[in-house]
Structures are given as structure tokens and as C-alpha cells.
């Protein structure tokens, strides 16, 4: 399995300490995406290669249930951007 782009260590924490982490990392946001877009978006994570251990993705590190959130971002992947 590929690693995580910070470390090579296994993630293995529960969904919900990524929920609770997710929902702490949202409160200091504002530019959020509809929920619709959001679904579409994590869609295309969760048939992603470059998932890891269900919540990361392996080119930017990031949550994907957080960054897929954001209107201001995009997915990181190197050939091409999935959404
Ligand atoms: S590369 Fe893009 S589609 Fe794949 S997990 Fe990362 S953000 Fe999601």
C-alpha cells in the first residue's frame, strides 16, 4: 500500500475520530461547497487509487471528507485533477 504523504505509518483510527476531526477543522470555515457537489466529490474519492485507509488522500494528506468540502480547493491528483 502506498504511504501517506506525511509519514508510512498505518492510519488506523476510527470514522468517527475523522468525523470529529473533520466537523473541528469546518468550524473555521466559511467558502463550503453545497451538499450535492460534496457528494459528487467524495464519490470520486471513494473510487480513487490514491485513497487511503478509506478517509486520506495519499497526494495532498488531507481528509477527503474535509477537503472535498471546501469550494476553494481541488483534487491534488497529478494526472489530472478528479474533481
Ligand atoms: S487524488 Fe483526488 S480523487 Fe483521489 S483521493 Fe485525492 S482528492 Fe480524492
New binding site residues.
Partial sequence: MMGCKGCSRNIDVSDEFVQLQVEQQLQLETDLVEDELYIK??D??N??????YGH?????G?F?QF??KLAYK????P?G???
Avoid: E, Y
Fill in positions: 466529490r467524495l470520486k474519492c473510487s480513487c487509487p490514491s485513497l487511503l486520506t488522500c495519499g497526494h495532498c488531507c477527503v477537503r472535498a481541488t483534487c491534488p491528483s494526472d485533477a478528479k474533481w
